[in-house]
């Protein structure tokens, strides 16, 4: 009885319509659960399968065992690591750790480098412009105590009168004397202390011309001379009505 095995039947076996229809709903109900959107609503038929069922058997059991060979080599192919795999692996996480701190170690430098860089450059640039400010005030300044002395020295030199000079005094002391002199000449002209009543001053060309007719008309005062405060000798007479 152990060694009696199953042989596969010639026979096809029959099912009814029932049993047909419990398949497909649930079939249909499995379907709906795993359904996605661009899959049609209604379950696809099932595949006719023409084998026996002990030939379907047959082949799940060697799947099966498929599977369990194939886990089996798997199982096989991991095992421990050696002393000398470990300390190999360490020295090379070791290494990377090293470079990356490295490349990591640069880039912090070449980042801090470039910002000391524009720091400077815009500190030599403000330096720059103050001192091309002062430069400019400086200028400025000077342009101005140029000016201001120029003005002063010609506002002075326009206040400042010149002193007269020997030559410039003895010819305005000539000149003076000459019309003193000019002066008496004409006083003298007409009559030594003879003027006309009705008037202070005569023209001499007019008094030597009518002499005759004026004479009735003058009285004889006394002679006086008078200086002026600027040195010269003038003649006055006095009337009397």
Known sequence: MDDFKPRPSSCKEFVSEAQLEERRKRRQEEWEKIRRDDQPLECPEEEYDPRSLYERLQEQKRKREEEFEESKKLKHLIRGLDNDELSFLELVDKSKLEEESLRKKEETDAINELKSA????????????????????????????????????????????????????????????????????????????????????????????????????????????????????????????
């Open 118 to 241: 524009v720091v400077v450059s815009a500190r030599e640039e403000q330096e720059k412009m103050r001192e091309d400010l002062k430069r400019a005030i400086k200028s400025s300044v000077n342009q101005e105590k140029l000016e201001k002395p120029k003005k002063s020295q010609a506002s002075l030199l326009a206040s400042v009168v010149k002193p007269k000079t020997d030559a410039e005094k003895s010819e305005r002391t000539n000149a003076v004397s000459s019309k003193a002199q000019s002066q008496t000449i004409r006083c003298i002209g007409i009559l030594p202390g003879i003027v006309p009543y009705y008037s202070d001053s005569s023209d001499s060309d007019n008094s030597s011309n009518s002499d005759s007719d004026d004479l009735q008309n003058f009285k004889l005062l006394p002679y006086v001379r008078v200086s002026d405060d600027s040195g010269s000798k003038n003649c006055r007479n006095t009337t009397r009505n």
